[in-house]
């Protein structure tokens, strides 16, 4: 009872993350689920059982809230969902033995990944809600992206949300929200690869229902939470715990001795740590320039609904110069206008 609860947990938090970033849930759980001594085929089959419920409802959320763009969703999930399907064939006729460095590596690289991309380069708030991108990437981008997530447990998010918020010419919550809804198709195609190559046997019921449960529940708040979380410090922090989780997995694998994992992992602390003080500085200076943006362009707008008045006269009707009861004004479609545009959006 106790595993379940924990794996309930683990999917809470896997899915507030994916929500709120674009990615990290099939990474999050897979990588624990491995530390707990699952096969890599048989943790990504479960991990992808319980996404094909979490995505459905992240992708139901995103939409609720207008963050996705129904062009971008089918153009990646369609070629996602083909390479999903085969690297869950592929990955399901490996060997314990061959396949857990395979996976451990692989996550390991996505994790390094997102801790560098998110502390050194964090994605800013710009470009248009609906995506300009067309076939010619998308198509490619979807077949890989689908094929790491497959193998790897996870990694849909990793390798296309960060590709298309590296271009800057789609907006972030329009990236977070498209690629979560596209994730539906992926993990439906890679459910059915590993069914097809493992059958049941073997998979716990009890595994997916617990983090399908935990990721129901959060999904909904990591919808909202997408425009409201530093991402810059959510993704340098998960980049770390996926390293920190996947270098154990392998240190088993290798036989390592103690004093290695030591070293390995004081190594690892200290780069985490530096990173994650520097994404945390980013953070707190992109919020103060955005503050800064904000109040410069109200102060404009006030200027120009000084300068629109007749000379001398006061409209008895302006509930800024007369007093009277707040309503809509000129400056609050500024207000409004400017959180939009000029807020980073964590992503």
């Known amino acids: 009872m106790?595993?379940?609860?924990?794996?309930?947990?683990?999917?809470?938090?896997?899915?507030?993350?994916?929500?709120?970033?674009?990615?990290?849930?099939?990474?999050?759980?897979?990588?624990?689920?491995?530390?707990?001594?699952?096969?890599?085929?048989?943790?990504?089959?479960?991990?992808?059982?319980?996404?094909i419920g979490t995505t459905l409802a992240s992708g139901a959320s995103h939409w609720r809230l207008g963050n996705t763009d129904p062009r971008l969703v089918v153009r990646l999930g369609l070629p996602g969902a083909v390479g999903a399907f085969s690297g869950a064939t592929v990955l399901s006729h490996l060997s314990t033995r061959a396949a857990t460095p395979v996976t451990a590596s692989l996550l390991i690289l996505l994790g390094a990944y997102v801790l560098g991309r998110f502390a050194l380069r964090p994605p800013r708030g710009s470009g248009s809600r609906r995506s300009p991108h067309g076939r010619r990437l998308l198509v490619p981008l979807g077949l890989v992206?689908?094929?790491?997530?497959?193998?790897?447990?996870?990694?849909?998010?990793?390798?296309?949300?960060?590709?298309?918020?590296?271009?800057g010419r789609t907006a972030p919550r329009t990236v977070v929200g498209s690629v979560g809804a596209s994730e539906f198709l992926v993990t439906v195609a890679a459910s059915a690869g590993f069914l097809t190559g493992l059958g049941t046997a073997g998979i716990s019921l009890g595994i997916v229902l617990a983090l399908l449960a935990g990721g129901l529940v959060a999904a909904p708040v990591a919808a909202w939470l997408v425009s409201r979380l530093p991402g810059t410090v959510l993704g340098t922090a998960v980049g770390g715990l996926i390293l920190a989780t996947n270098l154990r997995v392998l240190l088993?694998?290798?036989?390592?001795?103690?004093?290695?994992?030591?070293?390995?992992y004081g190594a690892l602390g200290a780069v985490w740590a530096a990173f994650l003080a520097l994404a945390v500085r980013?953070?707190?200076?992109?919020?103060?320039?955005?503050?800064?943006?904000?109040?410069?362009?109200?102060?404009?707008?006030?200027?120009?609904?000084r300068h629109d008045r007749a000379p001398g006269a006061a409209a008895p009707d302006d509930p800024i110069t007369a007093g009277g009861p707040v309503g809509p004004t000129p400056v609050e479609p500024a207000r409004s206008r400017t959180h939009a545009d000029l807020v980073v959006e964590p992503v």
């Not at 689920?33 to 085929?41: E, H, I, N, Q, V």
């Not at 689908?146 to 271009?167: C, N, R, Y």
């Not at 088993?252 to 030591?262: D, E, K, Q, Y």
């Open 282 to 305: 980013k953070a707190r200076t992109t919020a103060k320039d955005v503050r800064e943006e904000t109040d410069q362009a109200l102060k404009e707008v006030r200027s120009t609904h």
């Open 145 to 167: 992206g689908g094929f790491v997530d497959a193998t790897g447990g996870g990694g849909w998010g990793p390798v296309v949300t960060t590709t298309l918020l590296t271009g």
């Open 2 to 51: 106790r595993k379940l609860v924990l794996l309930t947990l683990v999917g809470l938090a896997a899915q507030l993350v994916d929500g709120a970033l674009g990615m990290g849930y099939g990474m999050t759980s897979s990588s624990l689920l491995l530390l707990a001594g699952l096969s890599p085929a048989l943790a990504s089959a479960s991990v992808h059982l319980a996404e």
């Open 252 to 264: 088993s694998w290798a036989g390592s001795s103690a004093r290695t994992g030591v070293l390995l």
